[in-house]
């Protein structure tokens, strides 16, 4: 079995997934204070792991995704917590499907993924946060909730104190780009998310794919950069495209603006869809594309 690495920054354990946190791994952290132990985003990763980890208090997912909440029946005694928005999705997997919103055929088999790669279970029972939340853990160690939406409604960062650790979640900064292609993603609350973020500054920040722990700050304002960038390089693409058009939606879509030609994804097509719907409205409102018949549209 692969030795799947750790590091510690004061009570902060993190736990990096196989395969350096590329999905569907990702990297989980352990925070222990004087009193609370609290896991934050069980992945696959802790499965393996099950043997030697400590009683947990409480799990924080900061949203619920699939491979965020796949650890988390490992800790059936502890309590649950998600932002009070992304709550419907743990407490049901209906709730889990609606935060998607892919179409039918795509959705019942995701759903199967969900359950059977992903171990979903869901919890009635878990308990909401909102933004400013404080885990209290004992001897000085707590996590803070910054409510930070757009790739969920509910998606957040913790900030854990004293070790000044910033967890990022699925704001990876990885060279893939901001993810908002489900019906409750959000790319407008994704850049405010992003231009918030700038104005912060721990000594680390942890992400929950790829990058794991990066302490540099100037890194980090280079991998920010670039991860914002993708959004007005999918933009361009789009206009350049559109200047051609007109097009519609599915041919957008088939065009590709978030995965490549070459990606194998079974729901690459709403994807592309929910992602660059949100790019052709704006561009819309701004009288940048027209929508020269109905559904159809072209850059001037
Ligand atoms: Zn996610």
């Known amino acids: 079995m692969e030795e799947l690495p750790e590091r510690v920054i004061g009570a902060v354990t993190v736990l990096f997934g196989a395969r350096g946190g590329k999905y569907p791994h990702g990297n989980s952290l352990l925070v222990r204070g004087a009193e609370e132990t609290l896991v934050i985003d069980p992945s696959l990763g802790l499965l393996p792991r099950r043997d030697r980890l400590p009683p947990v208090d409480h799990v924080l997912n900061s949203h619920c995704h699939e491979d965020h909440v796949a650890g988390n ?27 998607y919103g892919y179409p039918g055929p795509i959705l019942d088999a995701f759903r199967r993924i969900v359950v059977e790669q992903f171990h979903y279970v869901a919890r009635p029972d878990a308990q909401g946060f909102a933004d400013g939340a404080v885990f209290e853990l004992g001897g000085g160690v707590r996590v803070r909730v910054l409510h930070a939406p757009g790739h969920t409604r509910g998606h957040c960062f913790f900030w854990i104190e004293p ?3 910033l967890y990022l979640a ?10 908002y292609g489900d019906a409750w993603s959000d790319l407008e609350d994704f850049e405010r998310t992003l ?5 912060l500054q721990p000594r680390h920040w942890a992400t929950f794919h790829h990058v794991g722990v990066l302490s540099d700050p100037g890194e980090l304002r280079a991998r920010l950069d670039r991860f914002a960038g993708k959004i007005a390089e999918r933009e361009a693409r789009l206009l350049a495209f559109l200047r051609e058009g007109p097009h519609d939606l599915a041919a957008i879509a088939r065009h590709r603006f978030v995965y490549r030609p070459e990606d194998d994804v079974p ?10 719907e949100q790019h052709v409205a704006r561009l819309v409102a701004a009288g940048r ?12």
Do not use: N, Q
């Not at 029946?73 to 935060?99: N, Y």
């Not at 231009?195 to 104005?199: E, I, K, P, T, Y």
């Open 73 to 99: 029946h490992l800790f059936p005694a502890a309590a649950w917590h998600l932002h009070e928005a992304d709550l419907p999705g743990i407490r049901s997997l209906d709730g889990m499907m609606a935060i």
């Open 163 to 165: 070790d000044d650790v």
């Open 170 to 179: 699925d704001v990876d900064l990885s060279s893939f780009g901001p993810y």
């Open 195 to 199: 231009a918030g973020l700038r104005g």
């Open 267 to 276: 729901w690459a097509e709403p994807v592309e869809r929910r992602s660059m």
């Open 289 to 300: 594309v027209c929508e020269v018949e109905p559904g159809r549209y072209r850059a001037g």
